[in-house]
């Protein structure tokens, strides 16, 4: 006697997708699975001490950067996957799982279970959406160079005024625009003066501009138009000081100085013209500190 079996109802909101599948046929090696979770530390902790004998160095800045977003409340299912192979190991996701251990909070995860060890090899093949991407979804103008400052920004508002530390997380980078919206003033400022004088990066503009707009935002405005142009400035002026100073290091040959000694340049430069203090020249020796706009 032939019995009719109903084929799965794709609308079935308890449908196995793999269920139908060769991979799950139960004489065969198990099918992969996939569900979503709730995964606390101890969850994570224990995933990350199963095997994992042989794994790439997990990166510190990645870890911290996503474990602040996670004791925020910050972090959000968004399709990314923790993989484990059939043997256990977790093939992709370390360190999501170890900001989940070290944020001690539960976050919300899509699990992919039982995948043949050799899915390791394609994993992270692809391109991350960057800040900048992001911002561009979001109908921004100049994303990179916003994305690029705001990271400065963040850096010099949590204290870390040489710009070297952890980079801030793509929400973080969207909370700082929301807080400062204004730096997207300060892009356009610094788009003009870098199409003008390209020396300084336009990101280093941005930041300078939005720290100088905080004691005088006519000033500010002022200052990037006359770094642009260096006409009308008698001898002495601080921006002429600036523009020798910028010229003379790429000519030398170090246009790759950093961005800390860039700022510094810029800030110095600011401060001396606020108080109509005459330059002839400037200098900043690295690992000095760093002076605060005035």
């Given at each position: 006697?032939?019995?009719?079996?109903?084929?799965?109802?794709?609308?079935?909101?308890?449908?196995?997708?793999?269920?139908?599948?060769?991979?799950?046929?139960?004489?065969?090696s198990p099918a992969p699975r996939v569900r979503t979770l709730l995964v606390g530390p101890r969850?994570?902790?224990?995933?990350?001490?199963?095997?994992?004998?042989?794994?790439?160095?997990?990166?510190?800045?990645?870890?911290?950067?996503?474990?602040?977003?996670?004791?925020?409340?910050?972090?959000?299912?968004?399709?990314?996957?923790?993989?484990?192979?059939?043997?256990?190991?977790?093939?992709?996701?370390?360190?999501?799982?170890?900001?989940?251990?070290?944020?001690?909070?539960s976050v919300p995860v899509m699990l992919v279970e039982n995948l043949p060890d050799s899915a390791?090899?394609?994993?992270?093949?692809?391109?991350?959406?960057?800040?900048?991407?992001?911002?561009?979804?979001?109908?921004?103008?100049?994303?990179?160079?916003?994305?690029?400052?705001?990271?400065?920004?963040?850096?010099?508002?949590?204290?870390?005024?040489?710009?070297?530390?952890?980079?801030?997380?793509?929400?973080?980078?969207?909370?700082?625009?929301?807080?400062?919206?204004?730096?997207?003033?300060?892009?356009?400022?610094?788009?003009?003066?870098?199409?003008?004088?390209?020396?300084?990066?336009?990101?280093?503009?941005?930041?300078?501009?939005?720290?100088?707009?905080?004691?005088?935002?006519?000033?500010?405005?002022?200052?990037?138009?006359?770094?642009?142009?260096?006409?009308?400035?008698?001898?002495?002026?601080?921006?002429?000081?600036?523009?020798?100073?910028?010229?003379?290091?790429?000519?030398?040959?170090?246009?790759?100085?950093?961005?800390?000694?860039?700022?510094?340049?810029?800030?110095?430069?600011?401060?001396?013209?606020?108080?109509?203090?005459?330059?002839?020249?400037?200098?900043?020796?690295?690992?000095?500190?760093?002076?605060?706009?005035?």
């Amino acid at each position: 006697m032939t019995v009719d079996v109903p084929g799965p109802d794709p609308f079935d909101p308890f449908l196995d997708p793999f269920a139908y599948t060769a991979a799950g046929d139960p004489s065969s090696s198990p099918a992969p699975r996939v569900r979503t979770l709730l995964v606390g530390p101890r969850q994570a902790t224990s995933w990350l001490a199963a095997h994992n004998a042989v794994q790439r160095p997990l990166r510190e800045k990645v870890v911290a950067a996503y474990a602040r977003d996670m004791a925020a409340g910050h972090w959000r299912l968004n399709g990314d996957t923790i993989k484990l192979c059939v043997h256990g190991d977790v093939l992709d996701g370390r360190h999501r799982l170890a900001a989940v251990a070290r944020s001690k909070a539960s976050v919300p995860v899509m699990l992919v279970e039982n995948l043949p060890d050799s899915a390791q090899e394609s994993v992270d093949c692809g391109s991350r959406r960057s800040a900048g991407d992001v911002l561009a979804l979001h109908g921004e103008q100049r994303p990179h160079l916003l994305a690029a400052a705001l990271r400065l920004l963040w850096r010099w508002e949590v204290g870390d005024l040489r710009l070297t530390g952890h980079a801030p997380t793509t929400s973080e980078v969207l909370q700082l625009l929301a807080a400062r919206p204004t730096m997207r003033e300060s892009i356009e400022a610094a788009h003009q003066t870098h199409a003008a004088f390209p020396y300084p990066q336009a990101s280093v503009l941005a930041l300078a501009h939005h720290l100088f707009t905080r004691q005088d935002a006519d000033a500010a405005t002022v200052f990037l138009e006359q770094v642009a142009s260096g006409t009308g400035l008698p001898d002495g002026h601080p921006v002429l000081a600036l523009r020798r100073t910028l010229v003379r290091a790429t000519s030398a040959g170090n246009g790759s100085r950093s961005r800390t000694w860039k700022l510094a340049v810029l800030i110095r430069a600011w401060n001396a013209g606020r108080v109509g203090q005459p330059l002839h020249r400037l200098s900043y020796l690295a690992g000095s500190q760093m002076p605060l706009p005035r």
